[in-house]
């Protein structure tokens, strides 16, 4: 029997951005789709650091209470580099948060545990300082922060 050790983790960079105000296209035949764009942006971890490149942002379709994340981000490393990051993702609230969520000036304070937001980001680049990262496949845990923008802790999937 293959002995087959589970995942570990590395955290690779702490994500917060701030959002401009959705662009909701409506109920369509998969869903909802509201644009999410980023109006500003920073990461930070250990190992890359840099701002986020307006604009970009996720394409998010709800539909049965469960917001299906699709997102495309350009990380704009403080060293020049640039790097292309998607991801997919779910993120679900329990019908007692939903009145909270409402609120866009106090739904930071609705506690993480009592929602999932969860991520799974790729990357792109050619930058030959991070060409280890066109072979990572990551894992986002996400949160709400005041302001009404949101923040990922972003881990290497080791």
């Not at 087959?4 to 959705?22: D, M, N, R, V």
């Not at 981000?73 to 909270?100: E, K, Q, T």
């Amino acid at each position: 029997m293959i002995n087959i050790k589970p995942p570990a983790f590395q955290h690779l960079f702490t994500l917060e951005a701030a959002l401009a105000p959705s662009l909701d296209a409506g109920e369509g035949q998969l869903g909802r789709r509201v644009l999410n764009a980023v109006s500003e942006g920073r990461f930070y971890g250990e190992r890359l650091k840099g701002r986020i490149n307006p604009g970009t942002g996720d394409w998010m379709l709800t539909r049965n209470g469960i917001r299906v994340v699709d997102a495309r981000i350009v990380l704009l490393c403080d060293d020049n580099a640039i790097i292309h990051m998607s991801y997919g993702g779910r993120i679900w609230f329990d019908d007692a948060v939903l009145p909270a969520l409402a609120n866009p000036v106090t739904r930071h304070l609705i506690d993480p545990s009592q929602y999932y937001f969860r991520t799974n980001p790729v990357f792109e680049t050619g930058h030959q300082k991070y060409l280890w990262l066109n072979k990572v496949v990551g894992i986002g845990n996400g949160r709400l922060i005041e302001g009404g923008g949101v923040a990922y802790d972003v881990f290497e999937v080791n």
